[in-house]
């Protein structure tokens, strides 16, 4: 275990952007213990491993084998092919894991929101499997480039109903969450008079109202303020479950990020860790280019 577990530690600490002594303070261990650990000197107990896995939001095997288990495959996409007028996939393949952090990139057109519609159920695919190794029905939440939003509610109905189709009952739960996204003053108001950010905000909120075991965000970003956009991102990744993400925001991605999947000509062009893209001195936006040119 001794050397993939050293190499996973420093490697993930580094991705965190922790120094050893930030990573010893959220343990409550010493600075010499991770040096040992990094080192191959000594092991963690079972408790400091949990945190440790918790804390880079990674699953135990992935920390401590440097691989992702096939019982954490979370979603498999076999030869995905749709047409319209034109054939948009050609045959996607792509495994999305627990815990992963995908972001899915691509040109306007290139098919994204078409795929997320084929991983949703919204839409069939021509040809091609689907592997899915959770129920959508409780463990895969949405949010939609398009706000999905009921104009005649007041934003606290809007939430209420989302509640009570998901069966969360806590009214505490769903105030915290209400002030978390800044929306408290804004519960008596017509969903029909938010501003695009406040509603962007909302329907990040109900997407996010159940723990969900895959997150699909297309453009969650869109119209949010600055102030919203790092709370967004602070706020996911928090998030348990995978996360797969259709963004072409590259402010903060760099930090949030774990893989980035590339959308080109109808197939998966480029799947890559971002680790891999860091080592080579590049940033998620200059990788892009290059490889979207
Ligand atoms: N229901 C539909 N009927 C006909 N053509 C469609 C339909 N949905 C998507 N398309 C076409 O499929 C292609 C891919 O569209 P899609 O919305 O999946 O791309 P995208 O990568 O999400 O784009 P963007 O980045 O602009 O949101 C586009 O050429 C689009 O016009």
Known sequence: ??????????????????????????????????SKWENG????SIENLINLAEIFNVDLDYLVFGTN??????????????????PVLKGVDLEIYSRDRIALLGSNGSGKSTLFKIII?????????????????DSLNVMPQDNV?????????QVQLTAAINKITSKTFIQDMIK?????PYINTN??????????????????LRPSKLLLLDEPTVGMDLETIDFFWNYLDHVSGSVVTVTHDFNQI??????????????????VSVDTIHSHNQTIEQWYRHFND
């Open 121 to 137: 159920g919204l839409m069939k695919a021509d040809s091609g499997r689907i592997e899915n190794h959770i129920n959508n029905l």
């Open 69 to 86: 288990n096939a019982d954490n495959l979370v979603l498999k996409l076999s030869q995905i092919q749709k047409s319209f007028y034109q």
């Open 254 to 271: 760099d930090k949030f990020f774990s893989r980035v999947v590339l959308l080109k000509n109808g197939i998966i062009d480029q799947n």
């Open 41 to 44: 000197d000594s092991d963690p």
């Open 180 to 184: 978390k996204f800044s929306l408290t």
């Open 191 to 208: 969903v029909s008079k938010l501003s695009g950010g406040q509603k962007r905000r909302l329907s990040l909120l109900l997407s996010l």
């Open 149 to 157: 939003l009921i104009d005649s509610f007041k934003l606290n109905e």
């Open 1 to 34: 275990m001794k050397n993939i577990f050293s190499h996973q530690l420093i490697t993930l600490r580094r991705q965190k952007k922790l120094s050893q002594s930030s990573l010893a303070n959220k343990l409550y261990v010493a600075r010499q213990s991770i």
